[in-house]
């Protein structure tokens, strides 16, 4: 039904930046949240940042002002800059949309950040 599709990841020395990408397709009629989310291993999947109906952004504390949620409705596309990597930001990253009570979610793209 609805498909996403991750890039940007890679790997990158602390205190550097990356810019990830995501695009849906598929049956898009109307994006209720649309963001970020990552896992490290044996850790827990938290949320990076997300957009909700109307726009509204909602970070996690630990990253506001590091990293930035941006879209671009036409595209059906959300972006992740991330400046100011740290080594614990290393971990994979999904890209998530909900949509009409269905939650979907990317392949997830590897970010690993070195010290």
């Known amino acids: 039904q609805v498909q996403l599709v991750e890039s940007g990841g890679g790997l990158v020395q602390a205190g550097g930046s990356l810019r990830l990408s995501c695009e849906a397709s598929?049956?898009?009629?109307?994006?209720?949240?649309m963001g970020w989310y990552r896992q490290a291993p044996g850790k827990q999947r938290e949320l990076v940042a997300r957009f909700t109906r109307g726009g509204t952004t909602n970070y996690a504390d630990s990253l506001k002002g590091r990293f930035t949620i941006s879209r671009n409705n036409a595209r059906n596309t959300v972006y992740l800059q991330m400046n100011s990597l740290k080594p614990e930001d290393t971990a994979v990253y999904y890209c998530n949309l909900n949509q009409g009570g269905y939650n979907y979610w990317g392949q997830g793209t590897q970010v690993t950040v070195s010290s």
């Open positions: 598929g049956s898009i009629f109307n994006i209720d949240v």
